[in-house]
């Protein structure tokens, strides 16, 4: 999934993803990839880098979560709270911020979706190609489905 944490289609798949997750654990491989929709979501980028500083201290998932059921709250302030809450270093997290340490990552992702032909959030790919259907979960899981046969 190519991801924007601003993106409110992305906050509405995020309950349907997980539960795929579940549903699915042990037979689906799931990456998340930036694609900070800049333009319209002032806040994404730095939410991005926030989910990879919490990476970077093995919580990746977990601020991936905080931040989708963040209500949209997600400024510098409230991603540094979200560090705290989750047990990390939050004043690391702060310095990597203020450095853009994480800026390079999130670009990548960026480039790559672009590259793949994602044109906008959320952007999911089952079995190697970009997915046009629904993203409800029926859809969702029987395209997974069809896609392991």
């Known amino acids: 999934m190519y991801g924007d944490f601003q993106c409110p289609y992305c906050t509405a798949a995020y309950p349907i993803v997980r539960r795929i ?21 002032p806040d994404a980028e730095l939410a991005a880098e926030a989910a990879e500083a919490a990476g970077a201290q ?10 989708y059921e963040s209500n949209g709250a997600l400024s510098r302030d409230d ?6 809450e989750l047990g990390l270093d939050s004043e690391r997290v702060a ?7 994480h ?28 997915y046009s259907g629904s993203f409800d979960a ?7 489905e069809t896609s392991a046969r």
């Open 138 to 144: 029926q859809s969702l899981t029987a395209a997974l």
């Open 58 to 67: 093995g919580a990746f998932w977990e601020m991936h979560d905080r931040m």
């Open 103 to 130: 800026v390079p990552r999130v670009q990548r992702d960026l480039d790559s979706g672009v590259a793949s032909g994602v044109t906008g959030t959320p952007g999911f790919f089952v079995g190697g190609r970009l």
């Open 21 to 41: 997750r579940d549903q699915l654990a042990g037979r689906l491989l799931f990456a998340f990839r930036h694609f900070p929709l800049r333009d319209i979501h």
């Open 95 to 101: 310095a990597e911020l203020d450095s853009s340490a």
């Open 79 to 84: 991603l540094i709270a979200y560090t705290a």
